[in-house]
């Protein structure tokens, strides 16, 4: 009986494909362990998509809300961490393909290591305009003022460096006063200096952990009127 290896496509899935070789009697040993492996791998990177799904929809009820428990954004954060998710695409997410960029408010704040977080409870904003690398960050109370810093940032795969550069206070309909930072040398942020690192970002949320250690999640919206 013919004994010659054939090629097998065992997945056409959103995963790797092996290739396994068998003959005409079956599997070969080396095929079988194939098998088995690919089979492993793929039940274990369906489980862990299927958590971060369900992660995703615990953050966005909880931005929709602000009533979901701590512990079960906690426990979102730790799974979406662990799952290191293709950042390819986040920066064009997170900062648009021009000027100004995106807006983000801040939803909920943890502790070093998770081991506590609460909602954020004022308005406070970041914009990330991926096309000219600028930031800008601000708490706004309404027609009582508000108070911002703007920089620059660099963008290494997920990792996200930026200096401020200004801080902006305004105070009731008077004209913002404008102080600089003496930031204004020529150089690259790195970090060395503040960073985010992002664990994922989609077109509602985004996820992401401080130079300090503390993770956060944002809300996309709409410019924030000074």
């Known amino acids: 009986m013919d004994s010659r290896p054939y090629i097998l496509n065992v997945f056409n899935l959103n995963y790797p494909i092996h290739l396994?070789?068998?003959?005409?009697q079956g599997f070969s040993r080396e095929g079988k362990r194939?098998?088995?492996?690919?089979?492993?791998?793929?039940?274990?990177?369906?489980?862990?998509?299927?958590?971060?799904?369900e992660s995703v929809k615990v953050l966005k009820q909880a931005a929709k809300t602000r009533k979901v428990a701590a512990e079960d954004i906690?426990?979102?954060?730790?799974?979406?961490?662990?799952?290191?998710?293709?950042?390819?695409?986040?920066?064009?997410?997170?900062?648009?393909?021009?000027?100004?960029?995106?807006?983000?408010?801040?939803i909920f704040t943890a502790?070093?290591?998770?081991?506590?977080?609460?909602?954020?409870?004022?308005?406070?904003?970041?914009?990330?305009?991926?096309?000219?690398?600028?930031?800008?960050?601000g708490v706004y109370l309404g027609p009582i003022g508000s108070l911002t810093f703007e920089g620059k940032f660099t963008w290494k795969q997920r990792i996200l460096a930026f200096?401020?550069?200004?801080?902006?206070?305004?105070?009731g309909p008077l004209n913002p006063l404008e102080i600089s930072l003496g930031q204004k040398e020529d150089r690259e942020?790195?970090?060395?200096d503040p960073f985010?690192?992002?664990?994922?970002?989609?077109e509602e949320i985004a996820v992401a952990r401080g130079r300090s250690g503390g993770t956060a999640f944002w809300l996309r919206c709409h410019r924030v009127a000074a």
């Open 196 to 202: 985010f690192i992002w664990f994922y970002v989609d």
């Open 34 to 53: 194939q098998l088995d492996d690919s089979t492993s791998k793929w039940q274990w990177a369906h489980k862990q998509r299927s958590e971060v799904e």
């Open 163 to 171: 200096i401020f550069e200004c801080i902006r206070i305004k105070i």
């Open 74 to 106: 906690l426990s979102a954060f730790s799974v979406i961490e662990k799952a290191k998710i293709e950042p390819s695409g986040f920066l064009d997410t997170l900062g648009g393909s021009k000027s100004p960029g995106r807006t983000w408010m801040l």
């Open 111 to 137: 502790e070093n290591k998770l081991k506590g977080g609460r909602y954020f409870p004022l308005t406070a904003v970041q914009r990330f305009d991926a096309a000219a690398k600028r930031i800008e960050n």
């Open 189 to 192: 942020p790195s970090t060395k």
């Open 20 to 24: 396994l070789k068998f003959t005409r």
